[in-house]
């Protein structure tokens, strides 16, 4: 080939090229001309009546009140109801981000069904009345052969009276394995159920409260009712007030919520119970616990004698004789001083309140850590008096829910009578069904939730959905449980729906918001509650006459009769007014603005919903239902239980019939192994709490910003140990389990301690959108068999080693 | 004329972020694509920004709030080449985003990194594009953006007022970040109104102003964390 | 090869060497200008893409906000001083070895504006709309200074570049050969008469003398981009002088590059002699001593004032990200050149060029230092994002080197790189008007008629006029 290039050539070319240039728009006005043809700029807003609708957040079981903005058809803001009693016009980022919920570009448009297998499934989408029709078929077979007990409804926390209709529609068809996922208050709950009695509605007035003791609770950060807590800080720190209120975070990291509070105590993980126990030393040996109330109302707390003549240590002697300052300065690594001042702290600012004692919402914490930090309440007498620990009453119509339906059902799946706590524990149900005991489980619904990806042993939950036949999901989402399923129906996003809440956790008073659908459905899509009112009408029966009704909103429309039947509460109203009417009522009245069901409903309907806003301190009938009727540092229930599980004692390393095991102490922690020297303790954070947001950019661009991360995982490290390791900011590291490995960007963070190591939860998705599969789960390296043995939960510690990748 | 501003009570700021998101949804601040993230291309007129001190366990953070501070001198509108930014006199720092020529001189001279560019067309993929505000306008690539005090609002809540025949109130006009603050940690109004609540609490000897020393005389006014002082041993009666 | 009929040279003696670039073309031109153009077409596709898609194709972000291109555009309007600012000082100073170097001085700084001018532009969000700079100016803005004096500098170098060129234009006319009608038009009817030979004298002159506070004050302006901000580092009132004299230490050291290629294939070296190499090395050396002295004296002035917003950039500089940056730029600015020209045995032509790449290469190092780490540790705490270039900006960076090149190289086709009539001129009438000039100042009676001082030992610079 001739390389030659001569004059001419050579100009033919160069003129070509500069005629392209020139076409194609060096010249100013080709330039503009030229942009605007190659990209269509301007993003065209359509415009309409403005309007404002109220709704109800359920991103997280909190139920904060929404205000939405609407522009013709459109949902544009997402705003706090300024009525609702729970946020008061606040709100958290999750829930203004409920617009990228309800317009998510992945959202399941219509009912999908599974035409491959289980490991690889191929989605199609069916009709609304194909997809019921199969249900129908399956849950009327297995009634047919008498297996209607092996069906499992596995549902989230949100909505109340949903849950009350999902509960009743799964009596009346004949099986009691209604489950629900653990909650980040189990904890409380479960101290609150061995030593007052309680099975349910720990609350705390966090507000009223003049010393807060935090046992590495994510306080702000997600934990109970995120809002409410929030505004309470707020309230705490209202310059005009005065602040009175102090905030005390014990932690091992520096959390965003220690970060906040107005002291970090930073110490050894799994010792929160040691430390509870050290600041009861100091409450007793310095005379500051509250002795009548103590006295009065507790059992256990001094030695004492049973039925049998049998002694026993109270809670003051194991404390006296083995947590001693020093001994607690030891396990803790807190200096003795701190402990001290803590205690005192805490003795002196009445009303003072301690909480916590557990990880996060997806991991169980260590029981004895909860009982420890209950027991500090009592001693100061903080318990049903305002900034204290209370038990918020049931709302009209809870109690009757259970006796609806067959009264004669088989045995729970995964909860029995022998069991310690009285609620279904979700993390059992996949060594029950891979067991296939008591019963193989035939059919599993799911709502509101997704355990294979949340559950600390979510891979084995995963496992066993293999084994279950048929799998129905309602999520709205591909999740990795709905991945599982053979049929997806999914529900409407929050805003196309009926709301419906009750009462956040730790939130004090009944509740029930109510508001109607905000816009028409986006998609194909339909209100589980529909779905199950069908399922209902065509399969007859007793359910059929259980589930009467024709529409979701006709049920809501009785559940709300039955708040007026009680007599008693006010539909939302200013705080102004709340105060008033809280008022008016302690002097023996009450004015409501309503005078039938329809006005109540109408009312709900204008203002949000219905609360009961005053307390009754001191109804210790109510409170406090241990069989000894007292507040018990020695949980009497507790002791029966350990009787019945010998090998309790023997995990523990204690005798049997060690008091110890009733009482709350300090249990033994594991040793470091060599291999994995570095603990890795998983972080809640406030974006992605439970597991669920890391499909929505708006919180994933705000996830990680104390270490600047986005859209990833990091791995937390104190960069001591990072330089000890050879490790730079920014790498790419592997983190190594016995059960597991995984890449992570390491991020230097001087508020983790030099021993641990810290990752995030609720990233690492496998399924779904594009925009959540990012990152990685923590909980898969993190071992989840702590409590699979004998039911007592017990905190995890999961340790691991990382290298460079 | 009233003169804007914001008080940030630092005391009562849980760092979570509301603000952040509450802006974004207000105006149509899109988001990036994670790639673009990793670039620290976000978009965010209004950020929390960490600042971590000390070594452990004897270490603090301050997490601050940090929107445009709609300086009274900024640096930002003296070096745009075409006035596509400058101030109000109400002393909203502006921006015309159809007239910005995309030269980010602007986003360089701001010393508080509080303005931003768009890099790409923002994007708004599948139905996310019917949650857009009709009161702010989208912004094509190649423009720099900021907070604006949410000025569609205070345009709303004049227009609003003068309907009503009166003059504009206290509280009438809220940016959305303010009014979503869960903590109530966030106060705006008019800094020349001696009475107004943001006046007030800029006189507080909490007040700071974020670098002031730089002479850019933010009025986003910040007020310093304090201390607990010791409680009360009486306990409050029931 | 091609030999075509040129009309006669032969009466332009011995300097008919000057226009045989004109008149014959080697086929290895066409090869290096096909390749340059390669390179062009390539910057051309990257801007369309960065058109199309964004400014996101680059690897900028926040909080680097400029990068390359603003880099580019400080370092092309820097090697703008080649040409016009020496030019004219040596001009001005009848300094006489000037006449064989002018030309290709001023050439380098006209077309390297346009590629300066072009960093911006590229650079720009909305280039579309960059007109709004003249519709909506803002004379607040040191930006739009810069408009107004690179503009200003534009038109000002470029009479200067035009000016001397009409005479030779006239020669390229009266000799025939290709594209006649062009010199013809482009001669203004120069006759080579006392009169216009006088004007053009006056005129070279007033425009010597307003071409050099011009170029002054462009780099004065560029550096005050930065200097006008109150960013760490950037807010410094020294960097006018102290990037002014960075630019004409690159633009002596691209003057020197360019004479050397052009002696190379030109053939030139009767014209280009080692003592051009020498004198620019000694200038060379002496700026890069002042350069040393601004650098020192402005990090000293950082780190002894111990402001924390300065020091995180300064550290960021001299031991962190950019340390190799940093320290690249100290060997290549200072050690290496002042090593090649303080030593008068290697400061010989191959000498002088190996500085003066080290140079150019360390001038680019400076500005990027002294741009991107700024940005990158602003006050605000803020994400460890490290700005990196994506294939967009390196593509317009070689792009727009290359089709500099490529002009400059265009240019010598069309015009003669060294000036015949002043080269002619000073064969002429130097010699005399030199030892007239000596004598004036020389102590002692007036001298007897002829010389006592023969040219080319002349060095040292006169101020005095005649």
């Known amino acids: 080939m001739n390389l030659r290039v001569n004059r001419r050539k050579f100009l033919q070319f160069a003129g070509g090229g500069a005629v392209g240039v020139a076409a194609s728009g060096v010249t100013l006005q080709g330039l503009s001309t030229l942009n605007a043809a190659l990209a269509a700029e301007e993003v065209q807003v359509p415009r309409g009546p403005e309007g404002w609708s109220l709704s109800v957040c359920s991103l997280c079981p909190a139920g904060c009140g929404l205000r939405v903005r609407m522009i013709g058809k459109r949902a544009v803001k997402i705003q706090g109801n300024p009525l609702h009693p729970v946020n008061r016009g606040g709100l958290c980022p999750r829930g203004l981000a409920g617009l990228q919920v309800l317009y998510h570009p992945d959202r399941l448009r219509a009912p999908q069904k599974n035409v491959g297998n289980r490991e690889s499934p191929r989605w199609k ?13 399956r849950l ?77 609770v994510n306080v702000l950060e997600g934990w109970g009712s995120p809002v409410s807590t929030m505004r309470a800080f707020g309230a705490w720190r209202d310059s005009a007030a005065g602040r009175v209120t102090k905030f005390v975070q014990v932690e091992p990291r520096l959390s965003v919520t220690a970060a906040r509070a107005d002291e970090w105590v930073a110490l050894r993980p799994g010792t929160e119970a040691a430390l509870a126990l050290g600041i009861a030393y100091v409450l007793i040996t310095e005379g500051l616990y509250d002795v009548r109330f103590v006295a009065e109302r507790t059992f256990g707390f001094e030695d004492w004698h049973d039925a049998k003549g049998r002694a026993h240590t109270g809670f003051r002697s194991l404390v006296l004789s083995e947590y001693r300052l020093n001994d607690v300065a030891a396990i803790t690594q807190i200096p003795v001083e701190i402990i001290l001042r803590l205690g005192r702290e805490f003795g002196r600012n009445r009303p003072a309140l301690a909480i916590g004692g557990h990880q996060s919402s997806t991991l169980p914490g260590d029981l004895h850590a909860s009982l420890a930090v209950h027991s500090l309440n009592a001693l100061v007498g903080s318990l049903e008096v305002p900034g204290g620990a209370l038990v918020r009453a049931e709302l009209p119509g809870d109690a009757e829910t259970g006796s609806r339906g067959r009264n004669h059902l088989p045995a729970n799946l995964v909860h029995h009578d022998k069991a ?127 589930l009467p009704h024709a529409t979701g909103e006709e049920f809501l429309r009785q559940q709300v009769a039955e708040i007026f039947a009680a007599q008693a509460g006010y539909t939302f109203t200013t705080s102004l007014e709340e105060t008033w009417n809280r008022l008016s009522e302690r002097s023996g009245w009450w004015v409501p603005t309503y005078s039938s069901a329809n006005q109540l409903w109408e009312q709900m309907k204008q203002g949000g919903g219905w609360w009961e806003p005053t307390y009754y301190y001191g109804e210790w009938n109510r409170v406090l239902r241990t069989p000894s009727g007292r507040f018990e540092f020695y949980s009497q229930r507790l002791a029966q239980w350990v009787a019945q599980h010998p ?96 890449k992570v960007r390491l991020r230097f963070y001087e508020g983790a301690r030099p021993d641990v190591v810290h990752m995030p939860l609720g990233y690492g998705r496998t399924q779904g959108s594009a925009w959540g599969r990012r990152g990685n789960n923590p909980l898969r390296m993190i071992p989840s068999d702590g409590q699979a043995s004998a039911g007592l939960p017990r905190g995890t510690q999961t340790y691991v080693r990382v290298y460079k990748s | 004329m009233p003169r804007w501003g914001m008080v940030v009570d630092l005391t009562k700021c849980t760092a979570c972020q509301a603000c952040v998101v509450a802006c974004q949804t207000e105006n149509n601040v899109p988001c990036v694509e994670p790639e673009q993230a990793a670039l620290g291309r976000i978009i965010s007129w209004l950020k929390v920004l960490p600042e971590i001190k000390g070594a452990y366990p004897r270490i603090s953070m301050q997490l601050m709030p940090l929107p445009c501070l709609h300086c009274d001198s900024p640096p930002c509108i003296r070096v745009c080449p075409v006035g596509a930014t400058g101030i109000t006199p109400e002393g909203v720092v502006r921006q015309i985003f159809a007239r910005c020529i995309g030269c980010r001189y602007c986003t360089n001279a701001c010393p508080y990194t509080r303005r931003m560019f768009n890099w790409y067309k923002p994007n708004f993929p599948g139905e996310l594009q019917q949650a857009l505000n009709p009161d702010v306008t989208v912004r094509p690539k190649g423009v720099v953006e900021k907070c604006t005090l949410c000025h569609h609002r205070l345009m709303q809540a004049k227009e609003r007022a003068r309907a009503e025949g009166r003059a504009l109130a206290e509280g009438d006009y809220v940016p959305a970040c303010v009014e979503i603050c869960p903590a109530n940690a966030m106060y705006f109004g008019d800094l020349d109104d001696p009475d107004s609540k943001v006046a007030g609490l800029a006189r507080s000897p909490r007040a700071f102003r974020y670098l002031e020393d730089l002479g850019t005389e933010p009025k986003v006014i910040y007020l310093t964390e304090g201390e607990w002082a010791g409680g009360k041993e009486k306990p409050r009666q029931p | ?128 709309r960059m007109l709004n700079v003249l519709k909506h100016p803002n004379f607040h803005s040191p930006l739009l200074w810069d408009v107004c004096s690179v503009s200003a500098y534009l038109l000002a170098s470029s009479i200067y570049l035009y000016l001397p060129l009409i005479p030779d234009i006239a020669i390229l006319r009266d000799y025939g050969g290709k594209y006649t009608r062009f010199y013809r038009l482009l001669a203004l009817g120069w006759q080579g008469t006392k009169r216009q030979r006088h004007l053009l004298d006056r005129a070279i002159a007033v425009m010597a003398v307003l071409v050099i506070p011009i170029a002054i004050s462009v780099h004065t302006v560029v550096s005050w981009v930065f200097g006008m901000t109150v960013q760490p580092m950037w807010h410094s009132t020294i960097f006018g002088p102290y990037f002014v004299v960075g630019a004409i230490f690159s633009g002596i050291a691209s003057l020197i590059i360019a004479m050397a290629l052009i002696r190379r294939i030109y ?34 002035t950082t780190f002894y004032g111990r402001d924390p917003a300065h020091l995180v950039v300064f550290y960021s500089k001299l ?10 730029m100290v060997v290549t600015c200072f050690v290496i050149p002042v090593g090649i020209l303080c030593r008068r045995r290697t400061r010989t032509v191959t000498g002088t060029v190996a500085a003066s790449i080290s140079v150019l290469v360390g001038m680019w190092l400076e500005r990027f230092a002294i741009v991107v780490p700024t940005l990158s540790r602003p006050r605000v705490p803020w994400s460890k994002v490290f700005y990196s270039p994506t294939w967009v900006e390196i593509g317009i960076t070689l792009g727009f080197g290359a089709t500099f090149i490529f002009l400059y190289m265009l240019f ?55």
């Open chain 1, 420 to 546: 310690l706590l009285p609620w279904a524990d979700l993390t059992r149900l996949p060594d029950a069904i891979l067991s296939g005991k008591p019963y193989a489980l035939q059919a599993l619904l799911v709502h509101g939730a997704d355990p294979v990806f949340t559950l600390p042993n979510g891979e084995r939950f995963a496992q066993a959905l293999k084994r279950v036949p048929f799998v129905v999901s309602f999520s709205p989402f591909l999740d990795e449980t709905s991945a599982q399923a053979d049929l997806i129906l999914p529900d409407h996003t929050d805003l196309e729906k009926w709301q419906e809440s009750a009462s956040p956790p730790t939130f004090p008073f009944p509740l029930q918001s109510i508001s109607p659908p905000v816009l028409e459905p986006v998609h194909h899509t339909r209100d589980t509650v529909d779905v199950l009112l069908a399922l209902a009408r065509t399969l007859g029966g007793e359910v059929a006459s259980a």
């Open chain 3, 319 to 328: 031991t962190g990200r950019y340390a190799p940056l940093f320290w690249g």
């Open chain 1, 140 to 216: 009327r077979e297995l009634r047919n052969r008498n297996q209607a007990h092996t069906v499992a409804l596995v549902s989230g926390h949100g909505g109340h009276l949903r849950q009350r209709l999902f509960e009743r529609f799964l009596r009346s068809y004949g099986s009691p394995n209604s489950l629900r996922l653990p909650s980040g208050l189990d904890g409380a709950q479960a101290a609150a159920y061995l030593q007052q009695g309680v099975s349910e509605g720990v609350a705390y007035d966090l507000e009223g409260t003049h010393y807060l003791l935090s046992f590495g």
């Open chain 1, 125 to 137: 989408e069916i009709s609304w009345d194909e997809a019921i029709e199969t249900v129908v078929q």
């Open chain 1, 647 to 742: 090998e309790v004692a023997k995990e523990s390393g204690l005798e049997p019939g060690d008091d110890r095991l009733c009482l709350p102490h300090q249990t033994r922690l594991p040793d470091t192994p060599k291999e994995f020297p570095l603990l890795l303790v998983p972080v809640e954070i406030l974006p992605l709490v439970g597991g669920h947001g890391a499909h929505l950019p708006y919180l994933q661009q705000i996830a990680g910003q104390h270490v600047f991360a986005h859209w990833d995982s990091w791995l937390e490290m104190n960069p001591q140990t990072a330089t000890k390791l050879g490790l730079e900011d920014g790498d790419w590291v592997w983190v190594e389990s016995p059960l597991g490995r995984a």
């Open chain 3, 412 to 466: 010598t086709k069309f015009f003669p790189i060294v000036s015949i009539w002043e080269v002619q001129e000073g064969r002429e009438v130097a010699l005399e008007e030199v030892a007239k000039r000596i004598d004036s100042y020389m102590p002692g009676p007036p001298a007897v008629e002829g010389a006592r001082f023969t040219a080319g030992t002349e060095g040292a610079l006169q101020l005095e006029g005649e």
């Open chain 3, 1 to 128: 090869m091609e030999k075509k009929s040129h009309g006669n040279l032969e009466a332009l003696g011995p300097d008919a060497v000057l226009v045989q670039p004109i008149v014959a073309t080697r086929s290895s031109f066409y090869h290096l200008a096909l390749a340059l153009l390669g390179f062009t077409t390539f910057a051309f596709f990257a801007w369309l893409h960065q058109l199309r898609w964004g400014l996101g194709t680059t690897g900028l972000n926040v909080p680097v906000y400029w990068g390359f291109y603003i880099t580019n555009f400080v370092f092309f309007i820097g090697i703008s001083h080649a040409g016009t600012l020496i030019s004219a000082i040596l001009r001005l100073c009848h300094a006489e070895w000037r006449r064989s170097i002018t030309r290709a001085a001023e050439v380098i700084t006209v077309l390297v504006l346009f590629f300066g001018v072009g960093s911006v532009i590229v650079d720009l969000g909305r280039p579309d």
């Open chain 3, 267 to 300: 053939y030139l070296q009767h014209y280009l002699k080692a003592v051009h190499f020498d004198n620019l090395g000694t200038l060379l050396l002496v700026f890069a001593l002042l350069w040393f002295y601004f650098t020192f004296a402005e990090h000293l």
